[in-house]
């Protein structure tokens, strides 16, 4: 994979990381369930103790219950226990680079600001940022007022 353009992680991964990140996305996509997009999505979460879980689209006919693949391996990581998000790589197979949409970029600023979002295409090329770049000024548990009436 290339790194074409983007911002530097502030929790460094390494080009190896990266790769296999980006790898266990690609092959999830592969399982992605998109009878009417056609679109194909896979995603992967490296949490801090270095394990991947993969997810990909799960499309519903009625869209709004349609799952995108980033809620998907999210999902999975928090209910096996996992909830210290490192990255999240996101791929599809097209020229453009996959980016997360709203409802995802809100879900993952969930487990921190600093998590390194990997968006790839299908050329081997990939950009990188952090959620709090493409979530600017997010909503956040800090804004909850707690015990007051």
């Given at each position: 994979?290339?790194?074409?353009?983007?911002?530097?992680?502030?929790d460094?991964?390494?080009?190896?990381?990266?790769?296999?990140?980006?790898?266990?996305?690609?092959?999830?996509?592969?399982?992605?369930?998109?009878?009417?997009?056609?679109?194909?999505?896979?995603?992967?979460?490296?949490?801090?103790?270095?394990?991947?879980?993969?997810?990909?689209?799960?499309?519903?006919?009625?869209y709004g219950?349609?799952?995108?693949?980033?809620?998907?391996?999210?999902?999975?990581?928090?209910?096996?226990?996992?909830?210290?998000?490192?990255?999240?790589?996101?791929?599809?197979?097209?020229?453009?680079?996959?980016?997360?949409?709203?409802?995802?970029?809100?879900?993952?600023?969930?487990?921190?600001?600093?998590?390194?979002?990997?968006?790839?295409?299908?050329?081997?090329?990939?950009?990188?940022?952090?959620?709090?770049?493409?979530l600017?000024?997010?909503?956040?548990?800090?804004?909850?007022?707690?015990?007051?009436?």
């Amino acid at each position: 994979m290339e790194l074409l353009d983007g911002d530097l992680m502030r929790d460094e991964l390494t080009a190896e990381e990266i790769d296999k990140l980006v790898e266990a996305a690609r092959q999830a996509g592969k399982h992605a369930y998109a009878p009417y997009s056609d679109f194909f999505v896979g995603a992967a979460v490296l949490t801090g103790n270095d394990r991947i879980y993969s997810g990909c689209n799960v499309e519903n006919v009625s869209y709004g219950l349609t799952v995108c693949a980033e809620r998907t391996a999210l999902v999975k990581a928090v209910s096996e226990g996992d909830r210290d998000i490192r990255a999240i790589a996101i791929y599809a197979d097209m020229e453009q680079y996959c980016s997360p949409c709203g409802a995802c970029r809100q879900v993952i600023s969930e487990f921190g600001s600093h998590i390194t979002v990997i968006q790839a295409n299908g050329h081997g090329k990939y950009i990188i940022n952090t959620i709090e770049k493409l979530l600017p000024g997010g909503f956040n548990a800090g804004m909850l007022r707690k015990g007051t009436s």
